[in-house]
């Protein structure tokens, strides 16, 4: 009993000898007074603006979760709208990825026996002869009114593959000259026609044709009866192009003329990748009344918030805008997009839909094949599908050699709906002539009617890699936002809690102390009882 009441009075008298010296300045006997003061001023601002920039950084992480969760459309809209420099217009100016084109001709294997109605056309498929297709925008204009104007280069690229067509290859057909020239003059005065084509007999006795695949292409063959044809002022109508070679793709390889002018929405108080007018007009020159009308996309980016209904393209190849019909969904790249496709409503002449026989242009055969003379200088062109696919059997019956298959010659295309990105483009087109029976030519007077296939091209892409991946962010980037919101607003509330937490447990862990030291009876300063 002695011993602690010795030790608590020692201890007692140890601590007001402290507290008398602090309270007379001898404090500096411990702690050096210059020193303890600056210490601890220096660790309460610390401490105090730690917790200021916890509070400012949790105060701006939430504004800006918020924004992300209620902005994020503001933020899908900017990414899918074209302005110069953007991210989407470095795609759109140079497609990033080349398009794998296909070209397929057919051989005429019996010749011989064209006046023999006895006996059908036969055709055999030569090819594929594959080319990679780059494109490129040029003569870009940025318009006020939120559009922009633009010409379309395309470049082909043959694939020296050793699997690939040889270019070399002997393809037999009928010479188009000719029979473009008795297509034109069909319907005139039969004498005329007679005068006519004996006069040009020397240049017009050769019904059939022997090139090489290549020349039937890219390279062109020596034809001057295009030359001459333009010194005839009956042809004058038809525009012939000043040409001393004619191939089926002569000339187009990084050309802007056959594609055409076009004018686009940006997104910018209009459409995005909506057409509003071709060559600068609302209308095409090559078919009447509603079927002249231009609308639709040119192909690369279609409307956003797609319905499983038809969507609208506009194609330079056929001077034309089609509808496609929503097919089915289809997954590529983990993306899920609708496939559209081409049904006979594309290529209906009125058997089958009245309304599309303002596609007939003077000649309404049955479904399943889109009359282009007017569109290629009066030759008889007439597109359908490969081998005649979903055409009228008429066709089909006229001629052999055609296998028409649906997983082979079906046009489609699958889009992303929400963004309306392509994922995968599977286009099939097949041109043709028309070859028919035309008094007063001689070459023709006797020949049957029958369709004659002549090419018919394949272009496919699916979307892959990286670009893949920037559609998948784009998809969802709603999701992406709402999550990085929801985290950011988290994270500042929980830095906010840390903040008040650690303020009320230094201030209990200060009353704490100020209890105990009261309870020793050490006397306190004022300010240091109101920390």
């Given amino acids: 009993m002695i011993h602690a009441t010795v030790v608590k009075t020692s201890f007692n008298f140890v601590a007001r000898t402290l507290a008398s010296k602090r309270e007379k300045g001898f404090s500096k006997a411990i702690y050096p007074k210059s020193k303890m003061p600056s210490v601890s001023k220096m660790k309460a601002k610390s401490v105090l603006f730690q917790n200021k920039f916890l509070f400012c950084a949790s105060l701006l992480l939430s504004f800006c979760g918020l924004a992300f969760i209620c902005l994020w459309s503001v933020i899908f809209d900017c990414l899918l709208t074209l302005r ?7 795609f759109w100016k140079v497609i990033p990825v080349a398009l794998e084109t296909e070209f397929h001709l057919y051989n005429w294997t019996n010749p011989e026996d064209f006046y023999n109605l006895s006996v059908k056309p036969r055709f055999e498929e ?3 002869y594959r080319y990679w297709q780059n494109e490129r925008k040029s003569d870009i204009i940025w318009n006020d009114n939120g559009t922009v104007t633009f010409k379309q280069m395309k470049y082909w690229h043959y694939d020296n593959d050793e699997n690939n067509g040889n270019l070399s290859n002997k393809i037999v057909t009928i010479n188009p000259v000719p029979l473009a020239a008795s297509f034109i003059l069909r319907n005139w005065n039969y004498f005329f026609k007679k005068g006519l084509f004996v006069t040009l007999h ?3 006795h050769n019904l059939q044709l022997t090139q090489t695949a290549g020349e039937l292409l890219f390279d062109g063959y020596p034809e001057p009866l295009i030359k001459l044809a333009k010194t005839v002022p009956f042809f004058a109508q038809c525009n012939f192009p000043n040409w001393d070679r004619f191939g089926w793709a002569y000339n187009r390889n990084g050309s802007t003329e056959f594609e055409g002018t076009y004018n686009m929405g940006t997104g910018i108080n ?3 990748g909506e057409i509003n007018t071709w060559e600068g007009k609302k209308r095409t020159p090559f ?8 609308y639709g996309s040119a192909g690369q980016f279609f409307p956003r918030n797609l319905k499983k209904d038809v969507v609208k393209l506009f194609s330079s190849d056929l001077r034309r805008s089609v509808n496609l019909t929503f097919d089915r969904e289809e997954t590529i790249a983990g993306i899920l997009g ?5 049904d006979d409503r594309v290529l209906d002449n009125g058997t089958i839909y009245p309304q599309n026989r303002c596609f007939c242009n003077g000649e309404c055969l049955p479904s399943g094949m889109v009359n282009l003379s007017n569109t290629r200088h009066g030759f008889p062109m007439f597109v359908s599908l490969p081998h ?6 008429y066709y089909g019956n006229l001629i052999e050699g055609m296998k028409p298959d649906p997983d082979k010659h079906q046009f489609s295309i699958t889009i992303e709906p929400m963004t309306g990105i392509p994922l995968k483009v599977d286009v099939k087109i097949q041109a043709n002539l028309y070859v028919q029976p035309v008094p007063g030519v001689l070459m023709f007077e006797s020949a049957p009617r029958f369709m004659l296939p002549v090419i018919w091209t394949s272009q496919t892409y699916e979307i ?3 670009h893949a991946f920037l559609v998948f962010l784009l998809v969802n980037l709603s999701v992406i936002c709402v999550s990085v919101g929801v985290c950011m607003v988290v994270f500042s509330i929980g830095a906010f809690a840390f903040v008040v937490y650690k303020r009320q447990t230094k201030y209990l862990r200060q009353e704490k102390h100020i209890e105990f030291l009261k309870e020793q009876n050490i006397p306190l300063k004022m300010n240091f009882e109101k920390m």
């Fill in 84 to 90: 110069e420099g953007s991210l989407i217009h470095k």
């Fill in 388 to 393: 005649f696919y979903r055409a009228d059997p």
């Fill in 126 to 128: 030569t090819g594929p």
């Fill in 464 to 466: 892959g890699g990286f």
């Fill in 338 to 342: 609708y496939r559209y496709i081409a």
């Fill in 202 to 204: 020397p240049f017009f």
């Fill in 287 to 294: 078919f009447d009344g509603a079927c002249a009308e231009v």
């Fill in 270 to 272: 209009s459409t995005f």
